[in-house]
């Protein structure tokens, strides 16, 4: 049954931008410092300090504006954003508004079925950040203005999206996006990447758009997927029971799973914008465009589409490895590294990525990335292993040598003589003992149970601490166990 109502959705997400200082002094801009110590008389607003615009706020939003295919602007104003809270001491905020850097953009994100759905992007501008405002139970509220300043930047979607889900993917796009490019850590639970939602719901079919609310304190993707879910549905039991929407803004209670309301909608014309007199115009050259233009990375969704094509991955396997930029410049410097590269080899190198590398790194309490073992070291375990000079138990025991140690795996091979056994006489002693001791496993297989023969390999394989060839011991076990006894003749 088609929904009788049809949800359209817009997103607004700030970025923190990854500079060193602030976006108009040089007050550092790290995370975690104790309250109130990055702070000068520019970002506390004192009377007579100027501000003065970083420039690798700039360049850093002409990367993401190149990436999502936007028109840069040549010239563009920074304006006034006045409106009053404990944590804005200056009593307005430095953004952009009737001239923004980057405008009429799009972005590709890929659906839970494979489909691509292109989402409109209306503007990308330059702000600063406001401060923390602490709302203690014993001294009431806090403020922290370490972040006054922080530059960040606002993507402003088209209200292309129809779903929550299609809202929680084309925020993970954002996210994979911005990390790629190396302009936002992407961490959401710091606050360096966060996200308003604009919904409304209309009768299906209709063209208008019907009143809209604004939610907040959305800090992760369940909470936008869980605060849209059920503000669709708030909006449709209204206009169900004959009521009206009211347009306000409101906040995602993650505790109670509900949105309740914060404050009547604000509109341009509240915040009196007006341009800001401190500061002269953007103005960006052709040449500045094309150079950040030929530095752009390869993006996510269509890396993640060569690596189908050229390396013949599963679909699941190219998305995993392409999430994050390291990883994937991981996986194409263990091929590359590869002696006899192969469709089969460059799945043996994405599984050891998806398991042993990932888990590695999910072990790891760094914000920064840092594979621990290098390509070619990966790509010999993988070499080792589809030649058969060491099974798969001996490649995980040399795969953990060579991340501690930092040795190389054929050298840890031949240190400690690990080389895969294929001498049939011995493994097949192995096999006869095995066999002998087992026959209540034996007389299972042969009573059509042939799962009882792993367990008889395994015994095989611990035996001969797993040296043996398993390909050659399963060889050796499915013909002694088809042997069978001979009749007793008179």
Known sequence: MVPRYEAVIGLEVHAQLKTQTKAFCACSAEF???????????????????????????????????ATHCTIRRHSLFARKNYFYPDLPKGYQISQYEEPLCTGGWIDIELDDGTI?????????????????????????????????????????????????????????????????????????????????????RPRGEQRLGTKTEIKNLNSFRNLEKALEYEIQRHISILEAGGQVQHETRLWDALRQETRPMRTKELAHDYRYFPEPDLVPVVVSDEWIERVRAALPELPLQRKQ????????????????????????????????????????????????????????????SK???????????????????????????????????????????????????????????LRQLVEQVVAEHPDVVGRYRSGKT????????????????????????????ERLQVEESPTTH
């Open 368 to 426: 920064e990335l840092r594979i621990p073992l290098p390509p070619e070291h990966l790509a010999e375990v993988v070499e080792l292993y589809a030649e058969e000079v060491i099974s798969s138990r001996i490649a995980k025991e040399v795969f953990a040598e060579a991340v501690q140690t930092g040795k190389a795996p054929r050298a840890i091979i031949t240190e400690r003589g690990l080389s895969q056994v294929s001498d049939v006489g011995w």
């Open 117 to 201: 759905k292109r989402v409109g992007i209306a503007r990308i501008h330059m702000e600063e950040d406001a401060g923390k405002s602490i709302h203690d139970v014993d001294v009431d509220t806090l403020v922290d203005l370490n972040r006054c300043g922080v530059p960040l930047i606002e993507i402003v979607s088209e209200p292309d999206l129809r779903s929550p889900r299609e809202a929680y993917h084309y925020m993970r796009q954002i996210r994979q996006l911005v990390r790629y490019l190396g302009i936002c850590d992407g961490n959401l639970e710091e606050g360096s990447l966060r996200c308003d939602a604009n919904v409304s719901v």
């Open 306 to 365: 060569r690596f189908i094509t050229q390396y013949g991955l599963p679909a699941y396997d190219a998305g995993v490895l392409c999430e994050e930029r390291e990883v994937a410049d991981y996986f194409e410097a263990c091929c590359a590294a590869l002696r006899q590269p192969s469709p089969e080899r460059y799945k043996l190198v994405s599984n050891w990525i998806m398991t042993e590398v990932l888990r590695l790194l999910g072990e790891q309490q």
């Open 451 to 478: 799962n009882a023969l792993g367990f008889l390999v395994g015994q095989v394989l611990q035996r001969s601490q797993g040296r043996a060839n398993p390909r050659l011991v399963t060889q050796l076990l499915q």
């Open 32 to 66: 975690g410092a104790p309250p109130n110590t990055h702070t000068c008389p520019v970002c506390l607003g004192h009377p007579g300090a100027l501000p003065v615009l970083n420039r690798q706020v700039v360049e850093l939003t002409l990367r993401i504006g190149l």
